[in-house]
Each structure stands twice: as structure tokens, then as C-alpha cells.
Nanobody
Framework: QVQLVESGGGLVQPGGSLRLSCAAS????????MGWYRQAPGKQRELVAG???????NYADSVKGRFTISRDAAKATVYLQMNSLKPEDTAVYYC?????????????WGQGTQVTVSS
């Protein structure tokens, strides 16, 4: 079955860094667009960063210049390098794999990993 397993979350001080990883299995990784979303308490889930099958990337304005998304096809893994973290980055971060089909869009989600930015 499809599994997206996130790791790398934790508690970090403002200005610190974390690297999230998402290992995918059960899917043909190279044909899926990959993304990281986050959801803070009381807020809607939002897109943080995405990387297409061709390697193009996009970022939320709030993280541009601080976060970097990348993917490693050999390891079927997508990463999110987070630098200069701020308290407002505190959220549960979710990995997403998506692709279009002739019957609609397929979406898979990981279980989420908590990121807390606090002094």
C-alpha cells in the first residue's frame, strides 16, 4: 500500500534550522508531484512548498528565501530544509504526493510531523 513517512520534526529555537524528510513507498515516485503542507492549530492546512516531477519548485510567500524543497528519485524521498525558523512556522507538517489521472486527481498524505519553534 502507499506510505508517506515523515521524519525530522522537533523543537527548535527561533533562527534555527530543521530538515524534514518524507520517504515514499508503494507509488511510482517519479510520476508524482510532491509537496509539503502545514497546519497550525485553528488554521487551515496550507501549501508550504512543492516540487513537480520535472523539478520545478514553488513556495508560499511566507517561507520564500528560508525553506528549500528537494527530491531524490533514487531514495524516493522529498526533503524540506527549513532555515531561519520563526515561531509562526510552528505547525504539523504533512507530506503530499499528487498526480492527475483520467479519472481525476490522486492525492496521498503522510501522518504529519510536529515542528515547534519556541525559545
Amino acid at each position: 500500500q502507499v506510505q508517506l513517512v515523515e521524519s525530522g520534526g522537533g523543537l527548535v529555537q527561533p533562527g534555527g534550522s530543521l530538515r524534514l524528510s518524507c520517504a515514499a513507498s508503494g507509488i511510482a515516485f517519479t510520476i508524482y508531484h510532491m509537496g509539503w503542507y502545514r497546519q497550525a492549530p485553528g488554521k487551515q492546512r496550507e501549501l508550504v512548498a512543492g516540487v513537480t516531477t520535472g523539478g520545478s519548485t514553488n513556495y508560499a510567500d511566507s517561507v520564500k528565501g528560508r525553506f528549500t524543497i528537494s527530491r531524490d528519485a533514487a531514495k524516493a524521498t522529498v526533503y524540506l530544509q527549513m532555515n531561519s525558523l520563526k515561531p509562526e512556522d510552528t505547525a504539523v507538517y504533512y507530506c503530499n504526493a499528487a498526480r492527475g489521472t483520467d479519472r481525476g486527481y490522486l492525492n496521498y498524505w503522510g501522518q504529519g510531523t510536529q515542528v515547534t519553534v519556541s525559545s
